[in-house]
């Protein structure tokens, strides 16, 4: 591969000098960022890192100093609001500048995860049945009436599992009611309630523009949860490792998929990747009942942590991690 000029751009919780990186490469919360930083300077090419915050104009002098051959885009947010996201793709789109990933049209659409569903769901790919509630809409027993119970409630845009705890799972109305209105209070956003599927719940990477790369997938498993007990992740679930070590959750690969099922659980996210215009990297999160596959929600630019579920089930696939890290790159100088 040709030795590249890449700006490696990702948000930052304050904001900071770049002289200042030094000190948090080694820590837990820049793992991902490193694990990247390190990679590309062992395949050669030059790396400048950027911490963007809530000041768009140091990163475009940057951009117009450097010139860069590439923007490994790793940014989530800007000034804290993870709704910009695509924001700062599309501002890379208009000056031209090749970047890794998804674009702002994808971001914006898989962002809704209400709006992924109705696209699918008239695609013929199984889905909960869902409802949206708006920050300004206020929910009543009347509006959930024929609603199918027990049902799954969780900010519509939000990623990571924020604001998803034990009480998104609601067993009637009038829970889904409490928990629609203190997720609009608390995090001031558009809420989502799900038809909860009680079923496995397995993560499919992929890696390609065009021609598509299917890794094997990954499962979450609840080894310590009662068996009567309804499992999903949580935010607790995915970043508190003492509550997953007490609950035995981790992920692992998805055994027992008959031939027939892994076709078909490969093709349909394939499909997906494709419809919701997801380019060079992303995933698919959905829940396997009955031998029938309901999409959760994908996630183009999905975390890729070199211990992370991605990068582990491409290394499955005989994909290793450097190798990993170039492949995203040529994709995005080919898109």
């Given at each position: ?5 890449i ?14 990186y ?7 919360d820049?793992?991902t ?6 990679a590309l300077v ?11 915050y809530?000041d ?8 117009r100093?450097?010139?860069?051959d ?5 940014s989530?947010?800007f ?7 695509p ?14 990933g998804?674009?702002?049209k ?29 920050n ?24 990571s ?6 009480q ?12 629609i ?9 558009d ?8 079923g496995?719940?397995?993560?499919v ?6 021609k ?5 997938a990954?499962?979450?498993f609840?080894k ?7 499992k ?9 490792q ?5 609950w035995?959750?981790d ?8 031939e ?5 659980l490969?093709?349909t ?6 419809l ?5 990297f992303?995933?698919?999160?959905l ?8 999409f ?8 890729i942590?070199q ?7 491409a290394s ?7 190798e ?12």
């Open positions: 591969m040709k030795k590249l000029k700006l490696l751009l990702f948000d930052i919780a304050i904001k900071m000098d770049p002289k200042e030094r000190g948090y490469w080694s820590t837990p820049w793992k960022e490193n694990d990247v930083r390190k062992r395949l050669g090419h030059h790396v400048i890192p950027y911490g963007l809530d768009i104009e140091p990163f475009l002098k940057l951009v100093d450097e010139k860069p590439l923007v490994f885009n790793m989530e947010a000034s804290g609001q993870r709704s910009l996201e924001n700062i793709t599309a501002l890379m789109e208009m000056l031209g500048v090749p970047f890794t998804a674009g702002a994808c971001l914006q659409l898989c962002k809704d995860k209400g709006l992924t569903k109705v696209i699918l769901d008239y695609h013929d790919i199984k889905t909960p049945k869902f409802v949206v509630f708006k300004n809409k206020t929910a009543t027993a009347k509006l959930m009436h024929k609603f199918p119970f027990p049902a799954f409630v969780k900010p519509l845009q939000l990623e599992s924020e604001g998803i705890s034990q998104s799972y609601v067993a009637t109305p009038k829970e889904a009611i409490a928990r209105k203190f997720i609009q209070e608390r995090y001031n956003c809420v989502i309630v799900e038809e909860f599927i009680d496995r719940e397995v993560y990477s992929i890696l390609g523009n065009d598509l790369n299917v890794f094997p990954r499962e979450l609840f310590q949860v009662p068996e009567s007990e309804p999903f992740a949580t935010y607790q679930s995915k970043w508190n003492d509550y997953r070590k007490k035995g959750i992920s692992d690969w998805a055994k027992n998929l008959p027939p099922m892994q076709k078909k490969y093709e996210c394939k499909k997906i990747y494709k919701l215009q997801i380019q060079g992303g995933r698919i999160d829940r396997i009942k009955n031998d029938e596959i309901y959760i929600e994908a996630n183009p630019n999905p975390s942590a211990k992370e579920d991605y990068a582990l089930s499955k696939a005989g994909v290793e991690y450097q990993l890290i170039a492949k995203i790159v040529s994709l995005s100088l080919c898109a």
